[in-house]
């Protein structure tokens, strides 16, 4: 199904629901597709939607970390209610046992041998992570495997 197809429908259900939270994070989500749209002048293939949602997702991640070093648990409370919306439109997250099968292949590919190749990996291995795993814990466990 198209994701823009799918967020209209789960836009009109969190409006006749009156879920507001739910209705905002998916009108930022669907803004966020759509001015991307507008800057490539075309539409979004795949990879491009599951960029953008897991910049989404760490945006909200950061700003959860923030707020509450800022002792703000107000905003805390909605950007993770925010998070749990847009991670909804994110493929099934990968085991850690997942990523590091595809970290392991990814350095076998490249030939890696110390810290200095690190960058090989990470752009051989990120286009296959991309909304099913998180980028900086896929990092730090390449950085730990390649330091051994």
């Known amino acids: 199904m198209n994701i823009n197809v799918k967020l209209n429908e789960e836009m009109v259900l969190a409006a006749k629901a009156k879920d507001k939270i739910r209705l905002s994070a998916i009108r930022m989500l669907k803004m966020a597709l759509h001015n991307k749209e507008i800057d490539l002048m075309r539409s979004l293939n795949e990879s491009e939607v599951m960029q953008i949602i897991s910049a989404l997702v760490k945006q909200r991640k950061d700003s959860i970390e923030q707020f509450a070093k800022g ?78």
């Not at 950007?79 to 990968?94: D, H, N």
């Not at 490249?110 to 814990?137: F, H, N, Q, W, Y």
């Open 71 to 148: 002792g703000r648990t107000d905003l805390v409370e909605k950007e993770e209610a925010e998070l749990k919306v847009v991670q909804e439109f994110l493929p099934a997250q990968m085991s850690d046992e997942e990523v590091e099968a595809l970290i392991k292949k990814a350095i076998a590919e490249t030939g890696a041998v110390s810290i200095k190749d690190m960058g090989k990996v990470m752009k051989i291995l990120m286009p296959e992570l991309t909304g099913r795993a998180d980028g900086k814990t896929a990092g730090e466990k390449v950085k730990e495997i390649l330091s051994r």
